[in-house]
Each structure stands twice: as C-alpha cells, then as structure tokens.
C-alpha cells in the first residue's frame, strides 16, 4: 500500500495510486482463448461457419434429434454471451472497488492456470494407462462382430477421456472468468438498489450455468454424432445403434477426473483461507469480516472463486454428462431388449431433455427483473425472488418434460408407455424440490433448526459443536426417505409401462429410474445459477467492506450473501440427491456391460459372500478415508495460514491502526501452493482403489476358479461406497452450512450480536463446518459419480 494509507491519513481512494498488489506474474487467459482473442475477426467468423456448417452435416446424417440440440445449444450460448455483455456493460463502481477486485481476479486466474496445469498432466498420464488397458483387453461380441477391434476401442475411448476433461476444465474456467468480473459490478450496484445487485448476480451465475449446460450437452452430442457417422452405425455389418453409448463413457470419466481434483483443490483453497481469516481476525483480533487490515482477506475472496465458482462449474457439468451417458446406455439396453423398430428416441431423451432445461432455465433467470415488485414493503427477501423464478422454472420443466416424453418415448408397442415415463420425470422433479426445500429448512436461519443451533452457542463453544453435528446426523433421514420413494415409485412406473422383452418380462424399471434423473436434473441451470449467485454475492460482500463503503451499502450486501448461503447450501442438497440417482444409474450400467464382456449375465451380487461383503466394507472406508484426509488437508493449511497471519500482525503492529500494510500476497501464495500438494493424496485414493481392488480380486478369482470375482467386489464396494457417500454428504453438507448460518443469525443482532461470546462460539462451529460443506461434501458428489464411471472404463480389467 502506498504513503497515505501508512501514515493513517484514510484519504479518498482516488486520490491514491493503487491499493493491492498485483498477484499474476504471467498471462493466465488459457492459450485457446487467447489465439481465439488475438485472430482476425473475418477469419473468425468464416472458421466458426465452417465449424457449424461440418456440426450440422454430422447431425443430420445422424438424427433431426441431434439437428434440434444442436440448434438449442448454439441459441443457449448466444443468450449467455448476451447476459454477458449486459453484465460487464454495468460499471464497476469507484477506483477503490476496481484495485480490490483485480487484486481477486489476477489471484484466482493465477491460482487456476496453475491447478489446471497440474490436473492436465495427470490426466494426460492416465490417457495412458487407459490406452495400454484397452490394448490389451478383451472386445464384446457386438464390437467383434461390427469390426470394433481394440485400436478402435482404445483411441474413441482416450478421445472421449480426453474431450471429457478438456470440457469440464472449461466449464469451471467459465464459471470463474464470470464471477471474478461480476463481483465488482453487484458491489456497484448495491450502491443504488439491492434488487439490481440482485439482478446482476443472478444475470452473471446465469451466463456460467448455460455455458456449463450447453458445453455437457452438446460434447455429448457431438461425440454421439461423429460415431454414428464414422463407424457407419446401423449399416449393415457395422455396430448397432443401441451399442454405441457404451463408446462415451470415457467422455464422464474425463469429465469427472478433472471435477475431483477441482473441487478438492478449490476446496482446500477457499477453505483454508477462510479459516485461517477467520480464527486470527475475528476471533483473536475482534475485526470484521472481510477487514483490509487481515492478511489472509484476499487470500479467502480469491478461494470463494475457485472453490465454489470453478469447482462447482466442473461438478454439475460431469453431473450432467455422467446422467446423460448412463440413461443413454439404459435406454438403448432397453430397446434393444423389447426390439423397438427406432430406438433413437430412447437413446437421444437425455439430450433433448437437458436442450429444454436450457430454454426452461433461460425463462427463470429473465423472469428476475432489476426493479422492485409493486407493493413491495422494505428490502426484499432475495430468497423469495429467486424461488419465484425457480417456480417458474419447474413449472415450465413439467410441460416441456411431459411434451418430450410424448414426442421422443412413444411406440406402437406400449402406447401408453411414454405416459409412464411422464409420472417419472415429475417424480424427479419432486424429488429436486423437495431436496431444495429440505436443505433450505435446515440451513436457513428463518427456520428452526439454525436457531436452536446459534442457541445452543449461548452455552460456549462445546455445546454449539455438540449441536451442529446432531443437526447434520438428523438432517440425513428425510432426503433419504425421498431418494427412497423416487427410486421405487420411478421403478415401479417403469415396470408398469407396457414394455416387455421377448420373453414377456417387464423391462422398463430401470429405464424409468432414469428418466427420474432426468426430472431432477431437468432445472439444472436455473439450480447452478442459485448456486453461482452465492460466491459472488459473497465476493461483493467483502469488495464492499474493503473499500469501506457506507454501511448501508453493506447491509444490502450482507442480505445478498446470507441468501447465497443459503442457496449454496440448497444446490449442494440437490446435486447430492441428483449423484444417488445418477450412481444408481451408472451402477446397472456397470453390471450390463460386465455382462457383455463376460457374455454370461450379470445381474445380482451376493454380498454373503465373503471377499464380496469385503468389497462393500472397502467402499464404506474409501468414504471415510477420503473425508478424512480432505477435512485434515484443511486443517494443516489453516494452520499455516492463521501462524502467517499472527506472524504478520506481531511483527506489523501498525497494520491494525492503517499504519501498516498487509503482505496479501504471502498469504495467497501459501494457501495455493498447499492447496495443489494437498489435492493429490486423496484425488489418488480415490482414482486408484476401485482399479487396484478389482485386478487384485480378479487375480484371486483366477486361482479359485470364479471368473467373476473381480467384477463382483468391484460392484460391491460401488454399491456401499455410494450408499455411505450419499450419507456422509448429505451430514457434511447441512451440518457445515448450518453452523454458517447460525453464525449470520446471530451477526444480524441476535443473542448478543458480534463480539459477545456466543458470536465467538459459532465462529468456532463455522470454522469446523467449513471443510465439512465446502472441501470433503462437495468431493464427496464428485467422487461417488467418478467411482462409478471408472468402473465403467475399467470393467474389462476385472474379468
């Protein structure tokens, strides 16, 4: 900082040369957007005709379907680059404002160039182990007999692996470009109006949750597409179209490869920032939250980017694309079973689906306007606004769903099929509301549970710990009574469809659990924008108390980011309700392709069987383990950070009085390169085990004499690690965003308000709960996906 601010003189910020240092040291715009920025404009748009024009020649030689998603997705992305323009036209505010969020931004695209080249690297090593496994295992007897030998398999599956992490990297690339210049423009606003700084978040969170959409929706498409055409699908001799989804589950793996380690690095960053601001300044020096004066303040609004913004982009992305890949597999399994004369409409739902959830969302986030409803009294409730649109959105999502079903899922066989499937798609969409309003009762301070919990600090710290972790612990019964009751009633509709095989039995059970998953996951974007909204009302929060606007400024701000906890908590409830689904899905995936490899079937597993229950209890401690080494890797760089922070308020005694200026930049320093060493461990753990425990099986079933073995310990420790993540997340989730929320209730004047010992307590409680909703539960969605997907990639090294 300059002159002025060291001798105390709190001169107007115009009047100084600019406050916080510059954190990049290089250009950290990833190298394809800046040759994209850097061509002619002519030479542009001609490659972008040529591009288009060879995406819809592959379209329509492979299904008007394809042609229609397509056509949705390139409208979707043009109504985001819209919301784009709209939001970067909106000033930025006074200098002061502008030197703090460059501050951000130069941290967070420094610290995402790097992660991102560390997580590219690894993915690059394991493409090659993929393509060595697949040379070497054996081929199904649909690829024999379509002349799919093993070069083939490997290189479409290391080309989807690859694509998959390429995408869900840009996915959260996008998701932080957006919030790191939005921020700074709802601080702005909050100037004039909480409901244009409103209007603006969601505007900013909408323009990433249709670019995440679109980019899972049609990298699957065009995956689909140039397979159907390159490998001749259909023709005669050649692979049949309701094989051809199995070719794409390499595209969910990247996807979720790159997630994993996103979020777990994301997490340990914000995380560790976060804590490390926390215990030293408000607990230690009695200074608000986001104060200039401490050091770590940068460090923990550059991980609210990176750790909520670009991990969380990446994670509903290979949500997306793992769901769609897994009803994709299932629907043509199952028409393949009934002989369905056309069983495209089948295998191209998902997509279709998801095309509308862009369009239904779109709606939702347009319906938010800037100005203030009639007859409106006071500030406004910004959760009532968002539902509002939210209600918009499942409203719209029930009509499209129940059109697309019509039109994509109707055959002469069962003509009252598609109407079956119909009631499971709005299951799925119940089920997504009431995993919203469930999280939302638990985690929001209106409601009961948080205030019994910021009572409970009254008493001191052990008592409020004591009751964040019963909360979390109850929390857990009603979203698994829901997952329950979906899961069955889709089923059973499913079964009741009127679809048989050739030998009479029902088979349309599983594919109605799919559509489920697709009725939840069918609002996906308006979700990820609520979820978007909170990081950078959070971010505008601590732009607004930096620059040292007036307090008014800050209690619009201060109401923005106590909705976008709330929302953050809400989302996480959905994406963990939208993983069981999708897990169940890629599970039975999982255990039909077993079966097509070891062409005998597959379709229970007996855990009374010994090494089979051993499975099952190895998947239970894969969740444990990895929470526990995510939540520890928290832990030691907190340490390092709070032990910075003393260090620097020790030795700078002036900083306290604006004497002194704080070393930013050592703090963001520690926190990433901890962040990136802490990341590996468990991202290895979790990549490693269910491959490890699969050979190793299969080579004890080899001597035994029972071929399956591998495949079948595989298929355990899939079955409980899900289950036992499902219920890990969903206790990490609520418990650490309910102790965050009991720390706000009390912030806003309650039991004694800042500074009183009970406000200290539940400092304590947010400061447990942090690794708890943002590092280890959010992982944990990624992680039960990501066994999942693996197993699907590797299913042939078990047998």
């Known amino acids: 900082m300059d002159d002025a601010m060291e001798t105390g003189n709190l001169a107007p910020y115009q009047e100084r040369p600019r406050t916080f240092p510059n954190m990049r040291s290089k250009p950290s715009t990833p190298l394809i957007f800046r040759i994209l920025m850097r061509m002619n404009v ?5 490659l972008l005709f040529l591009g288009f024009g060879a995406l819809f020649y592959i379209g329509a030689s492979t299904s008007p ?3 229609f998603v397509f056509s949705v997705c390139i409208i979707s992305f043009i109504v985001a680059i819209y919301l784009t323009k709209w939001v970067l036209a909106k000033d930025e505010g006074p200098p002061e404002m502008g030197q703090i969020s460059d501050a951000i931004r130069d941290g ?41 030998g093993r070069l083939t398999s490997a290189s479409i599956t290391v080309f989807s692996f690859l694509l998959g992490a390429l995408c869900s990297g840009m996915a959260g690339y996008v998701g932080m470009w957006v919030s790191v210049r939005a921020n700074v423009r709802v601080s702005s606003a909050a100037r004039r109006s909480a409901r244009e700084a409103l209007q603006i978040a969601v505007r900013a969170g909408g323009f990433s949750a249709i670019i995440v959409v679109g980019m899972a929706v049609i990298g699957v498409a065009v995956l689909y597409a ?14 049949k179209v309701t094989d051809l989804p199995l070719l794409l589950v390499g595209y969910g793996f990247g996807a979720s490869f790159v997630a994993l ?28 939250e986001d104060d200039p004066r401490n050091p770590a303040v940068i460090a923990d609004l550059v991980g609210d980017n990176v750790g909520d913004c670009a991990a969380r982009g990446a994670d509903l992305f290979e949500s997306i694309a793992a769901e769609i890949i897994s009803a994709m597999i299932l629907g043509g399994s199952m028409a393949q079973r009934c002989k369905i004369e056309d069983p495209s409409g089948f295998i191209l739902f998902p997509l279709v689906i998801h095309s509308f959830d862009l369009i239904v969302s779109s709606v939702g986030i347009f319906s938010i306007r800037g100005t203030r409803d009639p007859g409106a009294i006071g500030v406004e409730d910004p959760m009532t606004i968002l539902q509002k649109g939210y209600s918009i959105t499942i409203i719209l999502a029930v009509v499209t769903f129940g059109l697309s079903t019509r039109w994509m899922l109707y055959t002469e066989q069962a003509p ?6 119909a009631l499971c798609g709005l299951v799925g969409i119940v089920t997504a509301y009431l995993f919203v309003w469930i999280t939302q009762y638990y985690t929001d301070y209106k409601h009961e549970p948080v205030r019994k919990l910021a009572l409970s600090s009254s008493t001191g710290h052990g008592t409020n710990i004591i009751a964040g972790i019963s909360l979390g612990l109850e929390s857990t019964a009603l979203p698994v009574l829901v997952i329950s009751v979906s899961i069955i009633s889709a089923f059973w509709l499913g079964q009741t469809s009127g679809l048989v095989d050739g030998d009479g039995n029902p088979t349309g059970g599983l594919f109605g659990t799919a559509v489920a998953t697709m009725g939840m996951l069918s609002t996906a974007a308006y979700v990820l924008t ?19 606007q007036p307090e008014s400024v800050r209690e619009i701000t201060d109401i923005l980011d106590a909705a976008g906890n709330t929302t953050k908590a809400t989302t996480k409830g959905f994406a963990i309700g939208s993983a069981a689904l999708a897990s169940f899905l890629l599970f039975s995936a999982y255990m039909d392709e077993v079966a097509a490899f070891a062409r005998v079937p597959f379709a229970q597993v007996d855990i009374a069987i010994p090494e089979v229950f051993v499975g099952g209890l190895l998947g239970s401690m894969l969740i444990f383990l990895f929470s526990a080494w995510a939540c520890a890797a928290v832990g030691r760089t907190a340490q390092e950070v709070v032990n910075e922070v003393r260090r620097q308020f020790i030795e700078r005694p002036g900083i306290m009085a604006y004497k002194d200026k704080p070393d930013y930049g050592r703090c963001v320093a520690i926190v990433a390169s901890a962040s990136l060493r802490e990341m590996i461990k468990p991202g290895a753990l979790a990549v490693i085990s269910p491959i490890f425990i699969g050979i190793l099986f299969r080579i004890l079933g080899y001597y035994t004499g029972h071929p399956l073995l591998g495949a079948k310990v595989v298929a355990s420790m899939l079955m409980f690690a899900t289950v036992s993540g499902i219920l890990m997340a969903l206790f990490l989730n609520t418990a650490g965003g309910a102790w965050d929320n009991a ?29 708890f909703k943002d590092t280890a539960g959010p992982s944990l969605h990624v992680l039960i996906k990501m066994l999942a997907t693996i197993t699907l990639v590797m299913a042939p090294v078990f047998l």
Do not use: C
């Open 42 to 46: 002519r030479l542009l748009f001609v």
């Open 65 to 67: 379907i394809i042609v």
């Open 108 to 148: 967070a695209e420094g610290f995402f160039k790097t992660q991102y080249g560390t997580i590219s690297k690894m993915a690059l090593l394991l493409a090659f182990v993929i393509f060595g496994i697949y040379m070497f295992r054996s081929t199904t007897p649909q690829q024999e007999s379509s002349g799919v």
């Open 226 to 239: 140039t397979f159907y055409v390159w490998l001749g699908v259909d023709s005669p001799g050649s692979m």
């Open 261 to 288: 380690f996103a979020q777990l690095g994301g997490g340990i960053y914000t995380k560790a920032a976060d804590v490390g601001a926390d215990l030293v300044g408000k607990v230690e020096q009695g200074i608000p």
């Open 416 to 421: 009252s099929a598609w109407f079956n499937f």
């Open 530 to 548: 609520m979820d978007m909204f909170g990081p950078i009302a959070d971010n505008a929060g601590g732009i607004v108390e930096m620059s040292q």
């Open 743 to 771: 720390k706000k209730y009390i912030e806003t004047g309650a039991l004694g308000g800042k500074g009183s010992d009970s406000h200290k307590a539940a400092i304590t409680g947010d400061t447990v709960g942090d690794p």
